[in-house]
């Protein structure tokens, strides 16, 4: 059950980044995008000397989307060039 809600957390974090850059790329890639961002936001907090993801709160959610908004913007400018 534990993975299924971490999907769901990786969807509605993709979701939310995707809405903020303005990149309508699907559900699967939006679930993706948020998995991978929350890797990426953890390791940016982290390196800031702020906790990661920690579990299924709200905290973790906004980090998530943190690094799925990076994630994204540096996926946009890969495609621009």
Known sequence: ????????????????????VKSNQGLLIDI????????????IMSLLGYGGVSGFNI???LV???????????VKAIRRA
């Open 64 to 74: 998530a989307i943190l690094g799925a908004v990076v994630l994204l913007v540096i």
């Open 59 to 61: 905290y973790s959610l």
């Open 1 to 20: 059950m534990g993975i299924i809600l971490w999907i769901v957390f990786g969807a509605i974090a993709g979701w939310i980044a995707s809405m903020i």
């Open 32 to 43: 993706i995008v948020g998995i991978v961002g929350a890797l990426i936001g953890g390791w």
